[in-house]
Nanobody
Framework: QVLLVESGGGLLQAGGSLRLSCTTS????????MGWFRQAPGKEHEFVAA????????YYADSVKGRFTISRDNAKNTVYLQMNNLKPEDTAVYYC????????????????WGQGTQVTVSS
């Protein structure tokens, strides 16, 4: 089983930047595609970004395209989400997720999830 721990969340003003990290342990990190999802209060989990096991392909929700960048460092067992030009509507708990059978846009199709990190963007 792969274990995931997110960090890097916080409170900031609109237009600011944050970098989230998700460090894994357990199974071999490079075997997994990784995804970032978010959940705002009262809403379902929303796909944000995903990256293949090699890092060769990335995928983004339209709402974050051009502002967020997903990357990974397989030597450090870590996936990152660089978030720029943050908006109040980006406020949510952000979760990373691991999937052994490739990228998916669906939260429930991943094999493991972190506990989440809160991002709050004020206007």
């Amino acid at each position: 089983q792969v274990l995931l721990v997110e960090s890097g969340g916080g409170l900031l003003q609109a237009g600011g930047s944050l970098r989230l990290s998700c460090t894994t342990s357990g199974r071999t990190f490079s075997n997994y595609a990784m995804g970032w999802f978010r959940q705002a209060p009262g809403k379902e989990h929303e796909f944000v970004a995903a990256i293949t096991w090699s890092g060769g392909s990335t995928y983004y929700a339209d709402s974050v395209k051009g502002r967020f960048t997903i990357s990974r460092d397989n030597a450090k067992n870590t996936v990152y989400l660089q978030m720029n030009n943050l908006k109040p509507e980006d406020t949510a708990v952000y979760y990373c997720a691991a999937r052994s059978s490739g990228v998916s846009y669906y939260y429930t199709l991943y094999d493991a999830w972190g506990q989440g990190t809160q991002v709050t963007v004020s206007s």
